[in-house]
T-cell receptor, first 117, second 116 residues
Framework: AQKITQTQPGMFVQEKEAVTLDCTYD???????LFWYKQPSSGEMIFLIY??????QNATEGRYSLNFQKARKSANLVISASQLGDSAMYFC??????????????FGGGTRLMVKP | KAGVTQTPRYLIKTRGQQVTLSCSPI?????VSWYQQTPGQGLQFLFE???????NKGNFPGRFSGRQFSNSRSEMNVSTLELGDSALYLC???????????????FGQGTRLTVV
């Protein structure tokens, strides 16, 4: 069974600074996908970034980058130059690329990020 | 391109009643997944429908059911509501499952269900 752990329930960051949100995972599969989602107070889950287990380079999407350390089973999200609009819940999730699992995602408990002006 | 639409956005029901939630996926997406989000349990997978068939199911009682129509729109139903069913119900729309691709799920804004 998969498990996703986010050890930081809440974090503060100063506007314009970088912040790292931690995510560790546990799976016996060799092939899997890791996702980060942002959930503002409106409730919608917004896709941020994806890392495949066989991807050799760390994923980047604008101000978001993923620090992927496969041997340590960690997939930390780095947000550079934080903005006030980055204040939200952030979830790490995993998908097993097995046909039986379909598109099911397993989520971590989330980290609430608060950006200070 | 329209996003995922969930209706209604808010709902208040009484214990023992039943409720139906609706989800319209992104045009062309045939996979619809449902998740329950509560403060205590976090985000939990309910089920996934693909081409009108339930492909995968989470660990929820039989009171939770769903279906998918030929136009990929999906509904989930909860019968005999309990106070613990109060939650944000999120629907996610995805392209056809691909082993190689980053098949990200696009979520709707959710339906906030309150059971009193």
């Amino acid at each position: 069974a998969q498990k996703i752990t986010q050890t930081q329930p809440g974090m503060f960051v100063q506007e314009k600074e970088a912040v790292t949100l931690d995510c560790t995972y546990d799976t016996s599969d060799q092939s899997y996908g890791l996702f980060w989602y942002k959930q503002p107070s409106s409730g919608e889950m917004i896709f941020l970034i994806y890392q495949g287990s066989y991807d050799e380079q760390n994923a980047t999407e604008g101000r978001y980058s993923l620090n992927f350390q496969k041997a340590r089973k960690s997939a930390n999200l780095v947000i550079s130059a934080s903005q006030l609009g980055d204040s939200a819940m952030y979830f790490c999730a995993m998908r097993e690329p097995r046909a039986a699992a379909g598109n099911m995602l397993t989520f971590g408990g989330g980290t609430r990020l608060m950006v200070k002006p | 391109k329209a996003g995922v639409t969930q209706t209604p956005r808010y709902l208040i029901k009484t214990r023992g009643q039943q409720v139906t939630l609706s989800c319209s996926p992104i045009s062309g997406h045939r996979s619809v997944s449902w998740y329950q989000q509560t403060p205590g349990q976090g985000l939990q997978f309910l089920f996934e429908y693909f081409s009108e068939t339930q492909r995968n199911k989470g660990n929820f009682p039989g009171r939770f059911s769903g279906r998918q129509f030929s136009n990929s729109r999906s509904e989930m139903n909860v019968s005999t509501l309990e106070l613990g069913d109060s939650a944000l119900y999120l629907c996610a729309s995805s392209l056809e499952f691909s082993r190689a691709a980053a098949t990200e799920a696009f979520f709707g804004q959710g339906t906030r269900l309150t059971v009193v």
